[in-house]
């Protein structure tokens, strides 16, 4: 008889322990990015992420994260980065190029810098969706986005180890990003 397939494992655990975060986040509409800001950092300072290890930066719209988000990726410092932003549908069409940009362009600059990028902007009909995601009935995507950072950061953190499935969390090095002087 054969012997039962039991494929290796290649998971991110939710320890953020010495891994740096860049956040970009939308000044448009900053009653709900605001609030998402808030319980990413949340997330990430529950996972164990130090002060000295995330940073904020701070962009117009969600038409601009793009280009943060891969200027940021370039610098090489960042284990990821989480893009926040909030666009609502207005009276034109105006709303479906800046959802479209947005979405692409983020996907853009994780997949031309191997950093990976975490697409938190709500796009949404009415500011009550909005609100909704923002730490009202359907959560925070705020959270979600940070526990998804840490858990991408693993990841790419234990395939650029080389020893992917074999690895345990005990045997994963530390830190892809380049340290810095704060
Ligand atoms: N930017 C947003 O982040 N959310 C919106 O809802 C929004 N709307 O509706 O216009 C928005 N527009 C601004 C856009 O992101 C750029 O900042 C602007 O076009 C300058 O490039």
Do not use: W
Request: with cysteine; net charge positive.
């Amino acid at each position: 008889m054969t012997e039962k397939l039991l494929p290796g494992k290649i998971e991110g655990e939710l320890s953020a322990e010495g891994l740096r975060f860049g956040i970009i986040v939308s000044r448009f509409n900053s009653f709900i990015t605001e609030r998402l800001l808030a319980a990413a950092v949340d997330a990430l300072e529950r996972a164990g992420a130090a002060s000295a290890d995330v940073d904020v930066a701070r962009v117009p719209g969600a038409f601009e994260l793009p280009l943060l988000a891969k200027k940021m990726a370039l610098a090489g410092r960042y284990d990821a980065l989480i893009a926040i932003g909030c666009v609502l549908r207005g009276a034109t069409s105006h709303y479906d190029y800046v959802c479209s940009e947005t979405a692409r362009g983020l996907q853009l600059a994780q997949m031309d810098t191997g950093v990976p990028v975490m697409f938190c902007v709500l796009t949404c009909d009415t500011l009550e969706q909005a609100i909704d995601r923002a730490g009202l009935k359907s959560g925070n995507k705020g959270f979600e986005a940070g526990l998804a950072a840490i858990e991408m950061a693993r990841l790419s953190q234990k395939l650029r180890a080389g020893s992917g499935a074999a690895e345990t969390s005990s045997t994963s090095s530390a830190g892809g990003a380049k340290r810095r002087k704060k």
